[in-house]
């Protein structure tokens, strides 16, 4: 395997299973490509900036979807996320770009904000309270809205809460095994639950009045020969965007608001700075897998056919060769004068290429408003912060433990 090398193998794999970040750090030290096997599936890690840009410029040639995506494909079906054949995905990603891209996200500023200090005006003043919960309730608001564009339930809330806990536990349970594809009673009768929910939703629409929400534009859309999104891709597709579009953002949010708790010095600081910072740190995702359909050459190495190859966020973006100070919570290397040395090329929480996150100007802006509100509602002391590290291997790339917080109302508010 020219340019890999070969990483731990046996007992040297046992850090993987207690401390995950660590050992993903470390596997750094062996080369820019490094072999490892795990749980009887042969991975690569790539460590090399310029293999990284290549393999994420492909257009499916030499990419598949990934071994770990098989669990999330029993949910998301052919939804963007777990779509990898380049004929069905191209027309829909197009759909979808349209009205939620840089050139139409603006749209959604005042309702957004809105719905925003419409959830913080309820959360309690003076009593400890759980963190997650309470903006993973807003973020999922807020995507129901731009999906439906209505009011979601507390009732579907549960729903969807359910399946993404199952989600969650069918995958953490056998973390690395990339071949279980058979999910547990609880875990169907959750997506049963959940599909029944969005189907109610897609029924509930009259042909007679369009909306123009993310589901009107799914349901109005036809290809080049005319011919519609079946109702499964459309229920495929609202799915993908609840479980792509919810999780991260309040991971975002979660860490935003720890980050500026443990560094009060920087509350006054430009948000969007913040934010981008808080991505750098904690990135949502953390790492990303593909899987390898043909020999490609990266430049540093060739990745072999059948290979499960990962890009790990959390290692890069706090690499002290492309971000100075790297471990450091600031904001203001993100000012376009500061001295503070930075390679871009090396920072790419939403991904490049053409799998780039389909909502990443959404999120970005989603997240830049709540953490503008928050900070100007409130005066906030967080109990419980969260660690270095988040969740192992969940997922997303979420607080590992409940921060506590309690708020007090601002004078100025
Ligand atoms: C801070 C928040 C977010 C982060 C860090 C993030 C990150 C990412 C990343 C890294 C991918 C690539 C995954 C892959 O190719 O395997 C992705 C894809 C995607 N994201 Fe996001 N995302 C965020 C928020 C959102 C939001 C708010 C939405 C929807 C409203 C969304 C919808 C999607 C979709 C549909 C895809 C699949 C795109 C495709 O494959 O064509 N994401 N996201």
Redesign the pocket.
Known sequence: MRGIAAGPAGDQLDQFATNQFEFIRSLEQYGPAVSIDLGGTETVWLYDIPAIHKLLADKFDHVDM?LL?RRLEVVTGT?????FDWNV?SPR?RI?FRP?GARAVGNFVERMTTLIEERLDTWPLGVPFELEHAVSDM?LRV?AD??FSEDITDEAIAVIGRIVDELHRWSEADPTNANVTDPPESFREALEEADSYIRSVIDARSPDAPVDDLLGVLLAAVDDEGVPIDLQGVRD?LI??VL???E??T??ICFAIDLVGRHPETADADRRHIVDET?RLY???HF???FVREDFDVGVCELPAGTEVFIP?IQLFRDERYFERADEFLPERWDPDSPLHMERRAY????TG???????H???M??TIALDRFLAKFDFELLEPATPWGREFALTFLPDKPQSIVLERRAAE
């Open positions: 990934p995506s939804g963007l996320l777990t779509n995905w990603r979808i939620i973020t995507v731009l999906l597709e993908t965007m792509a579009g919810h991260t953002v991971a975002l991505l990135p949502p995702v990303l897998p593909r966020m790419f929480p939403f991904i053409p799998k780039l996150c389909v909502g990443s959404y999120a970005l989603e997240g």
